[in-house]
């Protein structure tokens, strides 16, 4: 008898658990993707689809059509105080 319980609930906690994670899928499946392309070195103008008309970027050319692009930006000289600006979306001093 007690063996019975027990696998009842366990099928009831297994069906109960897969309707909780299929409902997460759908809400996720809603929000936007989101991609920061970070390089080393690379100026405003180093890329095709910024107006330079001998670096060839195909690939981010397609994809800057795809996009936003964002024109007003500031980095800082070291990768640190870069990615704790994105991380916390403040500027470093």
């Known amino acids: 008898m007690k063996e019975k319980i027990l696998l009842s609930s366990a099928?009831?906690?297994?069906?109960?658990?897969?309707?909780?994670?299929?409902?997460?899928?759908q809400q996720t499946a809603d929000q936007p993707n989101v991609i920061l392309i970070i390089t080393d070195d690379?100026?405003?103008g180093?890329?095709?689809?910024?107006?330079?008309?001998?670096?060839?970027?195909?690939?981010l050319d397609k994809l800057a059509k795809q996009s936003?692009?964002?024109?007003?930006f500031y980095v800082c000289p070291v990768c640190a105080p870069t990615r704790s600006s994105i991380m916390?979306?403040?500027y470093s001093l």
Do not use: W
């Open 68 to 72: 936003t692009r964002f024109s007003n």
């Open 88 to 90: 916390t979306g403040r």
């Open 11 to 25: 099928i009831i906690t297994a069906a109960i658990s897969g309707c909780v994670s299929e409902t997460d899928k």
């Open 46 to 59: 180093d890329l095709g689809f910024y107006g330079n008309p001998d670096i060839k970027t195909p690939v």
């Open 42 to 44: 690379q100026g405003y």
